[in-house]
């Protein structure tokens, strides 16, 4: 996006802050869903989003080349002048000018810019991107610093009242102009460590640096298929959930099997689809529900937000309280490509992730069968996925096949 373009799309106006406030007065964590690789385009988010997704991140973004290549600012973020998708602009920096300017140009587009300090692939580490960054923490603070400086000079209210309710006429004019910095981040196998990087990075909670913090608890060496550690979860949101809020990042794989709570004793879905049903059928004999004898939901208090993202790439409707994607999300994703076109075998990459069996408790909930899947991948062309994805929807009782939305 171009700075020339500013006029011509509206702004967002709502603050992040506010959805972590909407969450809270509704006694639920806000939902948010995490940078992905490719897969968090347009598209995508305004599906999530539709599914009661309150906050949709980018991609991460190299910061330099963002700031450098038009191409690369007009591929990597993409916005829409229709309902605005609250949305936070991720970069990989290790710069506080790179990350500054790379804020700049991003901040009329976007509600709050992000750092990368999780990715843990070898090429971002060996250039001292992403996890790389949890062992440079006062590089960390001196970019956030930086941000936030480069953002108010700009004209933007990053103040952490930005956008509050207040009758000043300081904060009416800041109205719709309130931007967020924050941070993403992993932990350290000496958890020690961890509590020094945030206490450094935060700085005064009164006057604090990054407006909220993404804690994904596994190392950086720590494969996806090992469960999150929960012991970290619990020991930082019980120590810093109290001076900001913070996100979890990872294991969010249905509310209904999440291993936290927070405000309420079950996550709540923020929207019911027409086609929503029970998670188990009358007559069924499958125990969909808790068990007698499972433990007991580790409750975390202080902890404000939960993020996705494997989850609800195969189930963007995860947050609207279904453990497997409904056909609904399938008509919804096809009718937002029409509007933000996606690269073909990306569009279709997309579909096999929703029509597979997911991450849900149920693992045989898939729409299409693995070998209508494979055959999915065979398309050459978008008519061909239409006419087929129509075909497989008449065939499961879909009249008309996919619905179009207007």
């Given at each position: 996006?171009?700075?020339?373009?500013?006029?011509?799309?509206s702004q967002p106006k709502i603050h992040p802050l506010k959805l972590f406030d909407a969450?809270?007065?509704?006694?639920?964590?806000?939902?948010?869903?995490?940078?992905?690789?490719?897969?968090?385009?347009?598209?995508?988010?305004?599906?999530?989003?539709?599914?009661?997704?309150?906050?949709?991140?980018?991609?991460?973004?190299?910061?330099?080349?963002?700031?450098?290549?038009?191409?690369?600012?007009?591929?990597?973020?993409?916005?829409?002048?229709?309902?605005?998708?609250?949305?936070?602009?991720?970069?990989?920096?290790?710069?506080?000018?790179?990350?500054?300017?790379?804020?700049?140009?991003?901040?009329?587009?976007?509600?709050?810019?992000?750092?990368?300090?999780?990715?843990?692939?070898?090429?971002?580490?060996?250039?001292?991107?992403?996890?790389?960054?949890?062992?440079?923490?006062?590089?960390?603070?001196?970019?956030?610093?930086?941000?936030?400086?480069?953002?108010?000079?700009?004209?933007?209210?990053?103040?952490?009242?930005?956008?509050?309710?207040?009758?000043?006429?300081?904060?009416?004019?800041?109205?719709?102009?309130?931007?967020?910095?924050?941070?993403?981040?992993?932990?350290?196998?000496?958890?020690?460590?961890?509590?020094?990087?945030?206490?450094?990075?935060?700085?005064?909670?009164?006057?604090?640096?990054?407006?909220?913090?993404?804690?994904?608890?596994?190392?950086?060496?720590?494969?996806?298929?090992?469960?999150?550690?929960?012991?970290?979860?619990?020991?930082?949101?019980?120590?810093?959930?109290?001076?900001?809020?913070?996100?979890?990042?990872?294991?969010?794989?249905?509310?209904?099997?999440?291993?936290?709570?927070?405000?309420?004793?079950?996550?709540?879905?923020?929207?019911?689809?027409?086609?929503?049903?029970?998670?188990?059928?009358?007559?069924?004999?499958?125990?969909?529900?808790?068990?007698?004898?499972?433990?007991?939901?580790?409750?975390?208090?202080?902890?404000?937000?939960?993020?996705?993202?494997?989850?609800?790439?195969?189930n963007p409707a995860l947050f609207a309280g279904r453990d497997s994607c409904p056909w609904?999300?399938?008509?919804?994703?096809?009718?937002?490509?029409?509007?933000?076109?996606?690269?073909?075998?990306?569009?279709?990459?997309?579909?096999?992730?929703?029509?597979?069996?997911?991450?849900?408790?149920?693992?045989?909930?898939?729409?299409?069968?693995?070998?209508?899947?494979?055959?999915?991948?065979?398309?050459?062309?978008?008519?061909?996925?239409?006419?087929?994805?129509?075909?497989?929807?008449?065939?499961?009782?879909?009249?008309?096949?996919?619905?179009?939305?207007?």
């Amino acid at each position: 996006m171009e700075r020339e373009n500013e006029d011509e799309i509206s702004q967002p106006k709502i603050h992040p802050l506010k959805l972590f406030d909407a969450a809270k007065s509704q006694k639920r964590l806000l939902y948010a869903c995490a940078p992905m690789v490719r897969y968090s385009k347009l598209a995508f988010r305004q599906t999530v989003h539709h599914f009661g997704t309150d906050l949709c991140w980018t991609p991460m973004m190299l910061a330099k080349e963002f700031n450098r290549s038009r191409f690369a600012r007009d591929s990597d973020l993409t916005v829409s002048t229709a309902k605005e998708v609250p949305t936070i602009a991720q970069f990989g920096a290790n710069s506080p000018v790179e990350l500054s300017r790379a804020a700049s140009l991003a901040a009329p587009f976007v509600n709050g810019v992000d750092l990368n300090c999780g990715c843990p692939q070898s090429w971002a580490c060996a250039a001292t991107l992403g996890a790389a960054l949890m062992q440079k923490r006062e590089l960390v603070r001196d970019m956030v610093v930086a941000t936030r400086e480069r953002l108010l000079r700009d004209g933007w209210a990053v103040g952490l009242d930005s956008d509050s309710d207040s009758d000043s006429e300081s904060v009416s004019q800041a109205a719709g102009r309130g931007r967020s910095v924050s941070v993403k981040i992993r932990i350290h196998a000496d958890l020690r460590k961890t509590m020094d990087f945030i206490t450094t990075v935060v700085g005064d909670e009164h006057r604090r640096n990054v407006d909220w913090l993404t804690i994904h608890p596994r190392t950086r060496s720590t494969p996806s298929s090992v469960p999150i550690n929960l012991e970290a979860l619990e020991l930082l949101t019980s120590t810093f959930g109290g001076k900001l809020p913070i996100l979890v990042s990872g294991d969010a794989f249905a509310l209904s099997t999440l291993p936290y709570a927070s405000h309420l004793p079950d996550a709540r879905p923020t929207f019911t689809t027409s086609s929503s049903a029970p998670a188990s059928r009358a007559g069924d004999d499958d125990d969909r529900g808790p068990p007698d004898g499972l433990p007991e939901k580790l409750h975390l208090p202080n902890l404000s937000g939960v993020m996705s993202a494997r989850a609800l790439l195969a189930n963007p409707a995860l947050f609207a309280g279904r453990d497997s994607c409904p056909w609904e999300a399938v008509d919804v994703f096809m009718s937002n490509v029409a509007r933000a076109p996606l690269p073909l075998k990306l569009g279709i990459h997309h579909l096999t992730e929703m029509c597979g069996p997911g991450f849900g408790p149920d693992r045989h909930a898939a729409l299409l069968s693995k070998k209508e899947r494979m055959r999915l991948t065979e398309m050459g062309n978008w008519i061909d996925v239409i006419d087929y994805m129509d075909e497989m929807r008449r065939q499961r009782g879909g009249d008309g096949g996919v619905v179009r939305f207007a």
